[in-house]
Protein backbone atom coordinates (compact mmCIF):
# COMPACT_ATOMS: atom_id res chain seq x y z
CA UNK A 1 0.00 0.00 0.00
CA UNK A 2 1.35 3.51 -0.85
CA UNK A 3 2.09 5.80 2.11
CA UNK A 4 -0.30 8.51 1.04
CA UNK A 5 -2.87 5.55 0.97
CA UNK A 6 -2.20 4.05 4.58
CA UNK A 7 -2.29 7.96 5.84
CA UNK A 8 -5.86 7.94 4.24
CA UNK A 9 -6.82 5.09 5.76
CA UNK A 10 -5.54 5.76 9.22
CA UNK A 11 -7.22 9.32 9.22
CA UNK A 12 -10.42 7.58 7.91
CA UNK A 13 -10.31 4.85 10.60
CA UNK A 14 -9.73 6.88 13.59
CA UNK A 15 -13.12 8.92 12.27
CA UNK A 16 -14.95 5.67 11.34
CA UNK A 17 -14.41 4.14 15.06
CA UNK A 18 -15.48 7.19 16.85
CA UNK A 19 -18.41 7.72 15.05
CA UNK A 20 -19.27 4.19 15.11
CA UNK A 21 -18.67 4.21 19.26
CA UNK A 22 -20.80 7.34 19.37
CA UNK A 23 -23.87 5.60 17.22
CA UNK A 24 -23.85 2.06 18.84
CA UNK A 25 -23.98 4.37 22.39
CA UNK A 26 -27.12 6.08 20.96
CA UNK A 27 -28.18 2.56 19.80
CA UNK A 28 -28.10 3.85 15.98
CA UNK A 29 -26.42 1.26 14.32
CA UNK A 30 -29.21 0.69 12.35
CA UNK A 31 -29.67 4.03 10.52
CA UNK A 32 -26.22 4.55 10.40
CA UNK A 33 -25.86 1.76 7.98
CA UNK A 34 -29.04 3.33 6.10
CA UNK A 35 -27.16 6.47 6.00
CA UNK A 36 -23.91 5.31 4.74
CA UNK A 37 -25.42 3.16 2.21
CA UNK A 38 -27.27 6.68 1.09
CA UNK A 39 -23.65 8.47 1.27
CA UNK A 40 -21.61 5.86 -0.98
CA UNK A 41 -24.53 6.25 -3.27
CA UNK A 42 -24.66 9.75 -3.29
CA UNK A 43 -20.19 9.82 -3.75
CA UNK A 44 -20.64 7.42 -6.75
CA UNK A 45 -23.50 9.25 -8.17
CA UNK A 46 -22.02 13.20 -7.72
CA UNK A 47 -19.13 14.01 -9.22
CA UNK A 48 -20.10 17.54 -7.98
CA UNK A 49 -19.60 15.89 -4.42
CA UNK A 50 -16.69 14.30 -4.84
CA UNK A 51 -15.32 17.38 -6.13
CA UNK A 52 -16.42 19.56 -3.03
CA UNK A 53 -14.95 17.18 -0.01
CA UNK A 54 -11.26 16.88 -2.32
CA UNK A 55 -11.44 20.11 -3.09
CA UNK A 56 -8.21 22.40 -1.61
CA UNK A 57 -9.28 25.68 -3.01
CA UNK A 58 -12.40 25.60 -0.71
CA UNK A 59 -12.58 27.69 2.90
CA UNK A 60 -12.99 24.71 6.02
CA UNK A 61 -16.42 26.90 6.94
CA UNK A 62 -17.77 26.27 3.57
CA UNK A 63 -16.99 22.44 2.93
CA UNK A 64 -18.80 22.47 6.54
CA UNK A 65 -21.48 24.28 5.36
CA UNK A 66 -21.92 22.22 2.35
CA UNK A 67 -21.31 19.10 4.56
CA UNK A 68 -23.63 20.25 7.02
CA UNK A 69 -26.72 21.40 4.18
CA UNK A 70 -26.10 17.56 2.36
CA UNK A 71 -26.40 15.76 6.32
CA UNK A 72 -29.46 17.97 6.99
CA UNK A 73 -31.01 16.71 3.14
CA UNK A 74 -30.15 13.67 3.85
CA UNK A 75 -30.90 13.06 7.37
CA UNK A 76 -28.04 11.89 8.42
CA UNK A 77 -27.94 10.64 12.07
CA UNK A 78 -25.88 13.09 14.71
CA UNK A 79 -23.36 11.16 15.33
CA UNK A 80 -22.23 10.96 11.64
CA UNK A 81 -23.38 14.34 10.80
CA UNK A 82 -21.42 15.82 14.07
CA UNK A 83 -18.66 13.60 12.21
CA UNK A 84 -18.38 14.91 8.96
CA UNK A 85 -18.57 19.06 10.17
CA UNK A 86 -15.50 18.01 12.53
CA UNK A 87 -13.84 16.54 9.54
CA UNK A 88 -14.69 19.83 7.42
CA UNK A 89 -13.48 21.94 10.35
CA UNK A 90 -9.96 19.47 10.45
CA UNK A 91 -9.92 19.39 6.65
CA UNK A 92 -9.82 15.74 6.05
CA UNK A 93 -13.02 15.31 4.59
CA UNK A 94 -11.21 13.73 1.51
CA UNK A 95 -11.57 10.50 2.99
CA UNK A 96 -14.76 10.16 3.15
CA UNK A 97 -15.16 7.44 0.90
CA UNK A 98 -12.76 5.63 2.82
CA UNK A 99 -14.46 6.76 6.17
CA UNK A 100 -17.79 4.62 4.73
CA UNK A 101 -16.01 2.10 4.06
CA UNK A 102 -14.89 1.37 7.27
CA UNK A 103 -17.77 2.20 8.95
CA UNK A 104 -19.73 -0.38 6.82
CA UNK A 105 -17.46 -3.13 7.57
CA UNK A 106 -17.45 -2.43 11.47
CA UNK A 107 -21.23 -2.22 11.27
CA UNK A 108 -21.28 -5.55 9.27
CA UNK A 109 -18.43 -7.28 11.87
CA UNK A 110 -20.65 -6.06 14.85
CA UNK A 111 -23.66 -8.06 13.25
CA UNK A 112 -21.87 -10.67 12.74
CA UNK A 113 -22.03 -10.14 9.14
CA UNK A 114 -19.52 -10.20 6.04
CA UNK A 115 -19.78 -7.92 3.02
CA UNK A 116 -19.02 -9.58 -0.44
CA UNK A 117 -18.61 -7.39 -3.78
CA UNK A 118 -20.12 -8.55 -6.59
CA UNK A 119 -19.40 -7.55 -10.28
CA UNK A 120 -21.53 -9.15 -12.85
CA UNK A 121 -22.57 -8.60 -16.66
CA UNK A 122 -25.79 -7.16 -16.16
CA UNK A 123 -27.92 -6.32 -13.01
CA UNK A 124 -28.37 -9.26 -10.30
CA UNK A 125 -32.68 -9.84 -9.80
CA UNK A 126 -33.43 -10.10 -6.19
CA UNK A 127 -34.00 -14.01 -6.63
CA UNK A 128 -30.30 -14.43 -8.09
CA UNK A 129 -28.61 -12.23 -5.13
CA UNK A 130 -30.65 -13.68 -2.68
CA UNK A 131 -29.51 -17.12 -3.73
CA UNK A 132 -26.02 -15.81 -4.11
CA UNK A 133 -25.93 -14.53 -0.87
CA UNK A 134 -27.81 -17.76 0.86
CA UNK A 135 -24.53 -19.70 -1.30
CA UNK A 136 -22.06 -18.08 0.18
CA UNK A 137 -23.22 -17.95 3.46
CA UNK A 138 -23.33 -21.48 3.51
CA UNK A 139 -19.67 -22.00 2.72
CA UNK A 140 -18.67 -19.33 4.56
CA UNK A 141 -20.43 -19.31 7.74
CA UNK A 142 -21.37 -16.00 8.23
CA UNK A 143 -24.16 -13.69 7.06
CA UNK A 144 -23.12 -12.13 3.52
CA UNK A 145 -24.37 -8.66 2.53
CA UNK A 146 -23.40 -8.30 -1.13
CA UNK A 147 -22.49 -4.74 -2.53
CA UNK A 148 -23.28 -5.39 -6.35
CA UNK A 149 -21.82 -3.38 -9.40
CA UNK A 150 -22.04 -3.96 -13.09
CA UNK A 151 -19.58 -4.45 -15.39
CA UNK A 152 -20.64 -5.21 -19.09
CA UNK A 153 -17.63 -6.03 -20.18
CA UNK A 154 -17.20 -9.42 -18.00
CA UNK A 155 -20.03 -10.74 -20.85
CA UNK A 156 -20.99 -13.27 -18.59
CA UNK A 157 -20.78 -14.74 -15.18
CA UNK A 158 -19.73 -12.95 -11.95
CA UNK A 159 -16.51 -11.82 -10.04
CA UNK A 160 -16.85 -12.31 -6.16
CA UNK A 161 -14.65 -11.04 -3.59
CA UNK A 162 -15.22 -11.82 0.19
CA UNK A 163 -12.36 -10.94 2.07
CA UNK A 164 -8.82 -11.46 0.43
CA UNK A 165 -10.76 -14.36 -1.59
CA UNK A 166 -11.98 -13.67 -5.22
CA UNK A 167 -13.79 -16.48 -7.17
CA UNK A 168 -13.95 -15.25 -10.73
CA UNK A 169 -16.71 -17.09 -13.33
CA UNK A 170 -16.49 -14.39 -15.95
CA UNK A 171 -16.53 -15.59 -19.62
CA UNK A 172 -14.03 -12.21 -19.92
CA UNK A 173 -11.67 -14.13 -17.54
CA UNK A 174 -11.91 -17.74 -19.37
CA UNK A 175 -11.33 -16.06 -22.79
CA UNK A 176 -8.47 -14.20 -21.52
CA UNK A 177 -7.44 -18.22 -20.08
CA UNK A 178 -7.85 -19.64 -23.49
CA UNK A 179 -6.04 -17.02 -25.65
CA UNK A 180 -2.90 -17.22 -23.08
CA UNK A 181 -3.11 -21.04 -23.34
CA UNK A 182 -3.39 -20.68 -26.87
CA UNK A 183 -0.15 -18.37 -27.11
CA UNK A 184 1.83 -20.84 -25.34
CA UNK A 185 1.03 -23.71 -27.97
CA UNK A 186 1.50 -21.71 -30.62
Known amino acids: MSEPASISSGIAA ?3 K ?3 ELAKEAKSLGSLE ?7 AALDASAELRAMIGSPVLSRAD ?15 PELKNGLALMAAK ?3 FVLPQLVAILGRMIAEDKGEISAEVTSAKA ?3 AQADKLAK ?4 RIGRDVKLRATVDE ?3 GGLVVKVGSKMIDTSIRSRLDSLQNAMKEVG
Open 34 to 40: VNLDDLS
Open 153 to 155: SLI
Open 124 to 126: LSK
Open 91 to 93: RRL
Open 135 to 138: TLKA
Open 14 to 16: RYA
Open 63 to 77: QGAAITAIADKMGLV
Open 18 to 20: AIF
